[in-house]
């Protein structure tokens, strides 16, 4: 029962066993003038009826309620077999592609896990055509701060090119040192100030670029605040 009726009536009775009660008590109180009145076993017989029906009520009737797992989250859409194909090309061809390991869904959330260094000879089997060195890998995520603006950039990235997504988590080991970001969409707004639905509409990316890679990504002041409250490294 919508959850709006179930308090109306639930009130309604309580307020009805409660006259019976005072009718009960002093019938006169409940009688109006110009009516027959009420004799007090007439108002006990009603005020036992209405008790019953209450009790039926509250037992057998509730009300609706969303569910705690729902709260805050994105309902989990029909996602096509074409559009998971689609992410998982696009997960390897975002910042640092070709070192994904894995890009996984589950119901709508994504976690993207790149190779480590210490798992560079599983890298070249997977990618055998790849002529990337391991110091070569080491230098790309190495140079300047390529960690803190790759798990900045493209988790968002992610989460403006698929609606049904509600979370992006990335991680990176590498040197002995794990690197992990998680970012949902009310929290990219939030913390950005920028419409995902908006910049996915614009398939030009000048807004993407205007309203985030400019002055988010290629600042190094705000990649640093960026990393400071949202990556993890252990």
Same mark, same amino acid.
């Given at each position: 029962?919508?959850?709006?009726?179930?308090?109306?009536?639930?009130?309604?009775?309580?307020?009805?066993?409660?006259?019976?009660?005072?009718?009960?008590?002093?019938?006169?109180?409940?009688?109006?003038?110009?009516?027959?009145?009420?004799?007090?076993?007439?108002?006990?017989?009603? $005020?036992?009826?209405?008790?019953?029906?209450?009790?039926?009520?509250?037992?057998?009737?509730?009300?609706?309620?969303?569910?705690?797992?729902?709260?805050? $989250?994105?309902?989990?859409?029909?996602?096509?077999?074409?559009?998971?194909?689609?992410?998982?090309?696009?997960?390897?061809?975002?910042?640092?592609?070709?070192?994904?390991?894995?890009?996984?869904?589950?119901?709508?959330?994504?976690?993207?896990?790149?190779?480590?260094?210490?798992?560079?000879?599983?890298?070249?089997?997977?990618?055998?055509?790849?002529?990337?060195?391991?110091?070569?890998?080491?230098?790309?995520?190495?140079?300047?701060?390529?960690?803190?603006?790759?798990?900045?950039?493209?988790?968002?990235?992610?989460?403006?090119?698929?609606?049904?997504?509600?979370?992006?988590?990335?991680?990176?080991?590498?040197?002995?040192?794990?690197?992990?970001?998680?970012?949902?969409?009310?929290?990219?707004?939030?913390?950005?100030?920028?419409?995902?639905?908006?910049?996915?509409?614009?398939?030009? /990316?000048?807004?993407?670029?205007?309203? /985030?890679?400019?002055?988010?990504?290629?600042?190094?002041?705000?990649?640093?605040? /960026?990393?400071?409250?949202?990556?993890?490294?252990?």
């Amino acid at each position: 029962m919508p959850i709006f009726l179930y308090w109306t009536i639930y009130i309604l009775l309580i307020l009805l066993i409660a006259s019976g009660i005072v009718g009960i008590i002093k019938p006169s109180w409940v009688n109006r003038p110009g009516q027959k009145p009420q004799s007090r076993k007439s108002i006990t017989l009603k $005020t036992a009826i209405l008790l019953i029906i209450f009790v039926v009520f509250s037992t057998i009737v509730t009300p609706e309620r969303k569910s705690d797992e729902s709260v805050g $989250t994105v309902a989990v859409a029909s996602i096509t077999d074409d559009e998971l194909a689609r992410f998982t090309k696009y997960a390897h061809d975002i910042k640092g592609g070709p070192f994904v390991k894995s890009a996984e869904i589950t119901g709508n959330e994504a976690r993207i896990t790149y190779y480590s260094d210490s798992e560079f000879e599983d890298y070249k089997k997977a990618n055998p055509k790849s002529v990337v060195t391991k110091e070569q890998m080491i230098g790309y995520w190495t140079s300047g701060d390529a960690i803190n603006k790759n798990l900045m950039s493209e988790p968002v990235r992610l989460l403006r090119e698929f609606p049904w997504l509600a979370k992006v988590s990335m991680t990176l080991t590498l040197q002995g040192k794990t690197y992990s970001v998680e970012m949902d969409r009310k929290t990219v707004s939030d913390y950005f100030g920028i419409d995902l639905e908006e910049l996915n509409a614009d398939r030009s /990316f000048e807004l993407w670029n205007k309203k /985030f890679v400019d002055p988010f990504v290629y600042t190094k002041e705000e990649r640093q605040k /960026f990393a400071d409250k949202f990556i993890k490294v252990q």
